[in-house]
């Protein structure tokens, strides 16, 4: 992972290459191999506010296919251990393996991923509590 810091700014960068051989009853198309990409833009806006912009691609294979998923959102401390986070997503596929909610893989009608050539745009909010 890469972290380049540019006063209020920072750049981050990551590649990562997920590998198997397989597993017992693999569906067809599971892929065995995922590379991993992703950059990222932060603009610490003010002390307690920041604005977040990143794009994220994955390619498998055996036809698994790739996504791509572009995300932007921003994030503000609203005290020194509670944090509200917002984020909205869109994710791009040519193969239903990939959506923006974590399940399982295959088709859209059994996972809720996008169907194939078409996208998906989710909506995050949450607030964070370090105790």
């Known amino acids: ?25 693999q569906l067809p198309g599971q892929p065995t191999t995922l590379d991993h990409e992703w950059g990222g833009l932060t603009w610490q806006a003010t002390p307690a506010a920041a604005l977040i912009g990143a794009v994220y691609h994955v390619n498998g294979n055996n036809g698994a ?12 401390n609203l005290s020194k251990r509670t944090l509200f986070d917002r984020q909205v997503a869109t994710v791009r596929t040519a ?12 088709s859209a009608a059994a996972t809720d991923n996008p169907l194939p050539g078409k996208s998906q745009t989710g909506v995050y909010a949450g607030i964070q509590h370090s105790f």
């Open 95 to 106: 193969r239903p393996q990939y959506g923006l909610n974590t399940n399982n893989y295959g």
């Open 65 to 76: 296919g790739n996504a791509t998923i572009y995300t932007v959102g921003g994030s503000c």
């Open 1 to 25: 992972m890469v972290n380049v810091f540019l006063g209020q700014f920072k750049l981050q960068g990551d590649y990562q290459v997920i590998r198997s051989s397989g597993m017992a009853g």
